[in-house]
């Protein structure tokens, strides 16, 4: 079995488990990134920060220039904490609090994603009080599918997000009419973990409707934001590790018709790959058919098993032992505390470290503290 490549001496005293992050890895996504939109200037990347929060991690994105989209009210403070300028941070979210709206006005974020007629009444008045006007744009619920898991399409009529686009018009025109906005453009957004380009053909599509629809009204849009949403390959992080962004970018470049700026917010794509959740095998229990390789690591440091059923590759790095199944198990009081069932593991022995791969995305940003667990630390190299 191909593993992946790890300073195993680094970690020998470090308390498990632990989120490992392979900067360098980083580094090259980001790359990768810049390259495939040089030939469009216009175009800009704002990193979605709800995919991983670490500071370290906030603060390589902000200095290679990218912008930060934030889902949150600490979304916001932490991408300003990391140094992402307050105009290229945008603000999405169906419930945004009015203390929250108000960060946002006093930062002087360059753009709030509102969800509804409801907020643009709110952020309209607040920034009023304030003296200021809020630039805003509306998301668009485009009512496409994604096929990727049911609780991760976000694009559908029947999810909570945006403003349908079969009413966009008349949301346009109110918040073009409160005195408290400056209407500025769409913003939409899918899905995730997306690997069927068709799927992001489909959102052109969908949005090229709606600007001839409103060019035809006069509406001028100032930039379109076409969310995030790329997926990875979960299944060989060692042969693939960067995401396939030049398909991701050339759907955009030969689909969509509207030649105003267009705005992009991976979260996944950007971070999974170089994240890597380290463990440790406590104990290796016989069940009745089966024997269980109980971790160290549980749910509480990465919950998209429990979640969603969401695949991670899992590694023993510390054994060349013959190959033999586990399923692999976290401490956690609940059944659905498993990382993986019949997992082909080099053999485990107390004290093996165990690698759950790709898990930079959704990993320590959804890390709770359910049953007393303390959050993870990490590891920068
Ligand atoms: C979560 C989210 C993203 C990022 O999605 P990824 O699948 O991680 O790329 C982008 N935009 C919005 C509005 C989001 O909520």
Same mark, same amino acid.
Request: proline residues 5%; charged residues 20%.
């Given at each position: 079995?191909?593993?992946?490549?790890?300073?195993?001496?680094?970690?020998?005293?470090?308390?498990?488990p632990f989120y490992?992050?392979?900067?360098?890895?980083?580094?090259?996504?980001?790359?990768?990134?810049?390259?495939?939109?040089?030939?469009?200037?216009?175009?800009?990347?704002?990193?979605?920060?709800?995919?991983?929060?670490?500071?370290?991690?906030?603060?390589?994105?902000?200095?290679?220039?990218?912008?930060?989209?934030?889902?949150?009210?600490?979304?916001?403070?932490?991408?300003?904490?990391?140094?992402?300028? $307050? &105009?290229? @941070?945008?603000? +999405?979210?169906?419930?945004?609090?009015? *203390?929250?709206?108000? =960060?946002?006005?006093?930062? #002087?974020?360059?753009?709030?994603?509102?969800?509804?007629?409801?907020?643009?009444?709110?952020?309209?008045?607040?920034?009023?009080?304030?003296?200021?006007?809020?630039?805003?744009?509306?998301?668009?619920?485009?009512?496409?599918?994604?096929?990727?898991?049911?609780?991760?399409?976000?694009?559908?009529?029947?999810?909570?997000?945006?403003?349908?686009?079969?009413?966009? $018009? &008349?949301? @346009?025109?109110? +918040?073009?009419?409160?005195?408290?906005? *400056?209407?500025?453009? =769409?913003?939409?957004?899918? #899905?995730?973990?997306?690997?069927?380009?068709?799927?992001?053909?489909?959102?052109?599509?969908?949005?090229?409707?709606?600007?001839?629809?409103?060019?035809?009204?006069?509406?001028?849009?100032?930039?379109?934001?076409?969310?995030?949403?790329?997926?990875?390959?979960?299944?060989?992080?060692?042969?693939?590790?960067?995401?396939?962004?030049?398909?991701?970018?050339?759907?955009?470049?030969?689909?969509?018709?509207?030649?105003?700026?267009?705005?992009?917010?991976?979260?996944?794509?950007?971070?999974?790959?170089?994240?890597?959740?380290?463990?440790?095998?406590?104990?290796?229990?016989?069940?009745?058919?089966?024997?269980?390789?109980?971790?160290?690591?549980?749910?509480?440091e990465?919950?998209?098993?429990?979640?969603?059923?969401?695949?991670?590759?899992?590694?023993?790095?510390?054994?060349?032992?013959?190959?033999?199944?586990?399923?692999?198990?976290?401490?956690?009081?609940?059944?659905?505390?498993?990382?993986?069932?019949?997992?082909?593991?080099?053999?485990?022995?107390?004290?093996?470290?165990?690698?759950?791969?790709?898990?930079?995305?959704?990993?320590e940003?959804?890390a709770?503290?359910?049953?007393?667990?303390?959050l993870p630390e990490?590891?920068?190299?």
């Amino acid at each position: 079995m191909i593993k992946g490549n790890y300073p195993l001496g680094l970690f020998k005293d470090r308390r498990t488990p632990f989120y490992f992050y392979d900067t360098t890895l980083l580094q090259q996504t980001i790359e990768e990134v810049k390259r495939q939109i040089a030939d469009r200037p216009s175009w800009q990347v704002h990193y979605a920060v709800k995919a991983n929060a670490n500071p370290d991690i906030l603060r390589i994105i902000a200095d290679a220039g990218l912008g930060a989209d934030c889902v949150s009210g600490g979304e916001v403070s932490a991408a300003l904490a990391a140094g992402f300028r $307050p &105009e290229s @941070i945008v603000f +999405a979210g169906v419930g945004k609090r009015d *203390d929250e709206i108000q =960060l946002g006005l006093d930062a #002087g974020i360059g753009r709030f994603n509102v969800e509804s007629t409801a907020e643009m009444m709110v952020i309209s008045e607040l920034a009023l009080a304030a003296g200021r006007r809020a630039p805003v744009s509306i998301r668009v619920n485009p009512d496409v599918g994604a096929h990727t898991h049911a609780n991760i399409t976000t694009g559908l009529a029947e999810n909570k997000f945006g403003i349908h686009h079969s009413v966009l $018009p &008349e949301a @346009i025109a109110l +918040a073009q009419r409160l005195p408290g906005l *400056d209407f500025r453009g =769409l913003h939409f957004h899918i #899905g995730s973990q997306i690997l069927d380009m068709s799927d992001f053909v489909s959102l052109c599509n969908r949005i090229n409707e709606c600007t001839e629809k409103l060019e035809l009204m006069g509406i001028r849009l100032q930039d379109i934001n076409v969310g995030g949403g790329l997926g990875i390959d979960y299944e060989h992080p060692n042969h693939l590790p960067v995401a396939d962004f030049r398909s991701y970018f050339d759907v955009f470049k030969r689909h969509l018709d509207c030649k105003c700026p267009v705005h992009f917010e991976p979260g996944r794509s950007i971070v999974a790959p170089c994240g890597t959740l380290i463990s440790r095998v406590l104990y290796v229990k016989d069940g009745l058919h089966k024997q269980f390789a109980i971790l160290d690591a549980s749910m509480t440091e990465l919950l998209r098993p429990a979640l969603y059923h969401a695949w991670h590759r899992i590694e023993n790095l510390s054994s060349d032992g013959p190959e033999e199944k586990y399923d692999v198990v976290g401490p956690v009081c609940e059944s659905s505390d498993v990382f993986g069932k019949g997992v082909v593991l080099n053999r485990c022995s107390r004290g093996d470290f165990i690698a759950l791969r790709s898990a930079g995305a959704y990993g320590e940003s959804m890390a709770s503290r359910y049953n007393c667990r303390p959050l993870p630390e990490s590891l920068l190299l």
